[in-house]
């Protein structure tokens, strides 16, 4: 997790479980990746955790997502 990142701001913790994005059930990473990328930067995105054995729903905002610059 990246330190002051959205996840860290919105109070996702490291061993949480992210089980749903704006309502839509994540069974895996790449679901969730999908999820996020379809909320747009500066907008509220709701993330459903499980923090030890408990759901707990947490709002994030999301940043622009970093831009890859290749050398050359």
Do not use: F, H, W, Y
């Not at 949480?16 to 990746?33: F, H, L, Q, S």
């Not at 955790?49 to 890859?68: F, Q, Y």
Request: proline fraction near 10%.
């Amino acid at each position: 997790m990246v330190e002051d990142g959205p996840a860290a701001r919105a109070g996702i913790e490291p061993g949480d479980v992210i089980v749903k994005v704006n309502g839509a059930e994540t069974p895996n990473m790449r679901r969730v990746m999908r999820q996020i990328r379809l909320c747009k930067p500066g907008t509220e995105c709701v993330v459903e955790v499980m923090r030890g054995g408990s759901p707990l729903e947490v709002k994030a905002i999301l940043d622009d997502a970093p831009r890859m610059v290749m050398p050359g």
